[in-house]
């Protein structure tokens, strides 16, 4: 059989000039109210579990943000979703210690300044804000590396996230949508051989024309994932994965998930022939 060779997805990098603007803008302006709801939280719960899902929470909020704009205006580029993802989470980090400065100090100003935070930070550094059971307040290296890994969370969970949708959706130029909808095939086999792996990262998927239905209840199998969109009929992507399942002394089942493939480009005269061997085999 003839090497049926697909051609993997990458994005074009395009993106208009307000796109950035607007998602930086739009996260400026909900992070000063929620800098400070999130400093009044954390100063009013003493619970360090509860704290730890507010900041979780509070990255994921301006991730989601920066992402949901980048989508809505069309920035095909990884590199501007993760250079926005991180400004978002940078701005969310400052109006984080500007809403707590107001909650440790009375008559701070609305807005305060890069280097009047900085000067808080000092005295903080030197004298703490907060104790332990039993103990004086933490200062020093101690409370420094809790703010870096504050801060660690806030940037990190905000730069990936819409690194995270912009990179795994692939995008039909000519019609202008995202392929955002998805079908999943769990009926072919588990691929085996080095031959067979090597060919798939390479686009070959010559492998799955020649694979099996996968036997009833099968514990190892071959996922196949059409993305497209219901407004484009034109442009597919298909992604090929090893699934394997285990389950734990509970009985609940685990998937362990392994690319062999990107997104790759479906040419539309070869829909119907995957449709067919996803399907049936």
């Not at 995008?171 to 999943?184: G, P």
């Not at 024309?209 to 407004?231: D, M």
Request: charged share 15%; proline share 4%.
């Amino acid at each position: 059989m003839e090497p049926l060779q697909l051609v993997s997805y990458r994005h074009s990098g395009k993106f208009a000039l307000y796109a950035p603007v607007l998602t930086i803008g739009a996260v400026g302006v909900i992070a000063f109210p929620l800098g400070f709801a999130y400093a009044y939280l954390m100063k009013w719960i003493p619970f360090i579990y509860l704290n730890f899902l507010l900041t979780v929470g509070y990255g994921f909020v301006f991730g989601w943000i920066a992402g949901w704009i980048l989508k809505r205006t069309h920035a095909r580029s990884n590199r501007l979703a993760l250079a926005c993802g991180a400004a978002a989470g940078l701005i969310a980090l400052y109006f984080e210690w500007n809403g707590h400065i107001h909650a440790l100090f009375d008559g701070a100003p609305l807005v305060c300044r890069p280097r009047q935070i900085w000067a808080v930070i000092q005295v903080l550094y030197e004298h703490g804000s907060w104790s332990l059971h039993n103990g004086g307040n933490v200062t020093g290296i101690a409370v420094a590396a809790v703010w870096l890994v504050e801060a660690g969370i806030i940037v990190g969970i905000s730069s990936a996230l819409p690194y995270r949708l912009i990179a795994n959706l692939p995008y039909c130029e000519r019609t202008r949508r995202w392929l955002d909808e998805e079908r999943v095939y769990n009926t072919l086999e588990s691929l085996t051989g080095a031959d067979k792996i090597a060919a798939l990262k390479t686009g070959n998927i010559t492998p799955l024309l020649e694979a099996k239905v996968k036997e009833p209840g099968a514990n190892s199998f071959t996922r196949l994932t059409l993305k497209y969109s219901s407004k484009s009929q034109t442009f597919f992507t298909l992604r090929v994965q090893s699934v394997a399942l285990t389950f734990d002394k509970e009985g609940k089942v685990k998937e362990t998930v392994t690319d062999l493939t990107g997104d790759l480009v479906l040419p539309h005269d070869m829909l119907d022939l995957f449709q067919r061997f996803a399907t049936e085999g």
